[in-house]
């Protein structure tokens, strides 16, 4: 008997119990898949969180536009930082106006009284106490700078608050990943069990029972592998439809391009060998409930 | 060869039997013939190597079952067939799904080969046509001979029937004689576990030899010229296999 033609025992012997199986696991895998990739790509609320935080540095007057731009260039290179854009003292007075609007005397008495300034986003993963630290205290030892607003006060906080989302979001993924799991030892039980007298036919006739679970373990895993390749292939493309189709989203989540970032891909893989390995995992569990 | 030195069962607290000596050649049919309750499953699941005996040894082509290698039992039990005295049917399951089943167990068999085989070796049987009719609706001697066309699809070299030639009924005796001399005659081995040996077969069998509460009759099988030794018996020998036993 070769292990090869036992591969696809459960096929052979329970196609509709098979094909009932996978029916269930293609839309819990696929959203199991999308989940992931939303969190990969937003990191829980870091994304979110650091759309909305800037800090601003404050320039003294008169600060040439040149300098003023020269400097922002240098603080972007800040490994925390994702953007500094330095603001001009009028496209500042532009946007004190827009914001509260019929102020226009406060400039009649002597010229513009908004300093210009650098506006300083960090990225996602490095919104920290210790990296908004850094660049503050760079940009505090620069003569130029009048003046750094990064809300120290506020941020332990905001970070705190980050921290809860983001354990929660995960939290949320690995109850479902557990639901997920348990509705394939579930489904693997199920079979197995009904299956038994299949097994003791084959036990009986000098096929060891180690060899089926092991043949079993392996066919569900490789099973499960390909649909969730499937599936994962199915929501990246969804996502990536989504935020093509709703650009306001990639401040929440991400940019499309991001879905084929090493770490996205790694994470994706990740999934991969994890939802194998509980395929596998069920089914040798499923094989141990049958021969009780 | 099957042989079985000294063999002893204990169960329920008693000694079933003890000592029993038991040889069955190849290419012969054998009927061991004991009484209700005697132990007659047991001793085929003994010789089939699937129960250790607790006291003797069973002996397969000069290799302990038991006490050799667990290839060589394992390479046994897959020349095996074994049709036993009772069955746990699945709801649903078809006698198809029978032949798969066993296919699989001879390590499978492509789809249009398993039809054709299914197809003939079923109306060997008398059922022609029935792999698609579920296994909780057969009468006992359909189920029974579904079974046993379902266990030679694979071939096996040696063949275990529990109760076959009463379950099968009447009306299906002589066609299982015919089957049985016709799978001996091509080097098998055949063992029957009955309760009673039908009178035509008694006759022609003879005495037998006691053994234990067993009283064991090897069925003569004639030399038919141009016999070649084979797997098992395919569809297109049915009618040869259906000689009468007398």
């Known amino acids: ?46 994304r979110f969180l650091a759309s909305r935080y800037a800090i601003t540095a404050v320039l003294r007057t008169p600060v040439p536009p040149g300098e003023g731009e020269g400097l922002a260039r240098k603080v972007a290179d800040l490994p925390p930082v994702r953007s500094a854009v330095y603001k001009h003292p009028e496209a500042a007075w532009k946007e004190f106006l827009l914001a509260y609007p019929g102020l226009d005397s406060l400039r009649g008495s002597g010229g513009n009284p908004i300093p210009g300034y650098i506006e300083i986003r960090l990225r996602p993963e490095r919104l920290t106490a210790a990296d908004v630290a850094r660049v503050t205290s760079v940009l505090r030892a620069v003569g130029s700078v009048e003046k750094v607003l990064a809300g120290e006060e506020q941020l332990p906080r905001l970070l705190r608050v980050r921290r809860f989302a983001n354990i929660l979001s995960w939290g949320v993924f690995g109850a479902f990943a557990a639901l997920l799991s348990l509705v394939f030892l579930f489904q693997e039980r199920a079979r197995a069990v009904a299956l038994a007298p299949d097994f003791a036919f084959l036990a009986e006739r000098g096929i060891p029972p180690g060899r089926v679970a092991a043949c079993r373990a392996a066919g569900a895993a490789i099973s499960v592998l390909l649909l969730s390749t499937l599936c994962v292939l199915l929501s990246g493309a969804v996502l990536r439809g989504i935020l093509i189709r709703y650009p306001s989203l990639e401040s929440l989540i991400g940019s499309p391009d991001d879905l084929l970032l090493l770490q996205t891909l790694s994470g994706l893989a990740a999934f991969l060998l994890c939802a194998t390995g509980i395929a596998a995992a069920s089914s040798l569990l499923g094989f141990r409930a049958s021969r009780k | 060869m099957i042989e079985g030195f000294r063999l002893g069962v204990f169960s329920r607290g008693t000694t079933l039997w003890d000592g029993v000596d038991l040889a069955f050649g190849d290419g012969s049919a054998w009927v ?205 020998d049915a009618p040869d296999r259906k000689e009468a036993l007398t």
Not at chain 2, 67 to 84: D, I, K, N, T
């Open chain 1, 1 to 46: 008997m070769s292990g090869k033609s036992l591969l696809g025992i459960d096929w052979r012997l329970a196609r509709g119990s098979v094909l009932r199986d996978s029916l269930l696991r293609i839309p819990l895998l696929a959203l199991a898949a999308f989940a992931l990739l939303g969190l990969l790509l937003s990191g829980g609320a870091n």
């Open chain 2, 32 to 236: 061991v013939l004991g009484p209700a309750s005697s132990g007659k499953t047991i001793l085929l699941s003994v010789l089939r190597g699937e129960r250790q005996p607790d006291a003797g040894d069973v002996v397969v082509s000069g290799e302990s079952l038991f006490r050799g290698s667990r290839s060589a039992a394992r390479s046994f039990r897959a020349s095996c067939g074994h049709v036993p005295d009772r069955f746990a049917d699945a709801p649903g399951q078809t006698v198809g799904d029978l032949f798969r089943l066993s296919a699989l167990a001879g390590g499978g068999m492509k789809g249009k080969e398993l039809r054709e085989r299914q197809e003939g070796l079923l109306s060997m049987v008398g059922l022609a046509a029935a792999g698609g009719w579920k296994l909780a609706t057969l009468s006992t001697s359909e189920r029974v001979r579904a079974a046993l066309a379902a266990e030679l699809l694979r071939g096996p070299r040696f063949l275990f029937c529990d109760g076959v030639v009463a379950g099968a009924g009447n009306t299906h005796r002589e066609m299982l004689a015919g089957l049985f001399r016709a799978l001996a005659r091509e080097g098998n081995t055949i063992i029957l576990a009955e309760r009673q040996m039908p009178e035509r077969w008694a006759t022609a069998a003879g005495e037998g030899a006691p053994a234990g509460p067993f009283r064991v009759y090897r069925i003569p099988v004639p030399a038919v010229s141009g016999g070649g030794a084979g797997a098992g018996p395919g569809p297109e």
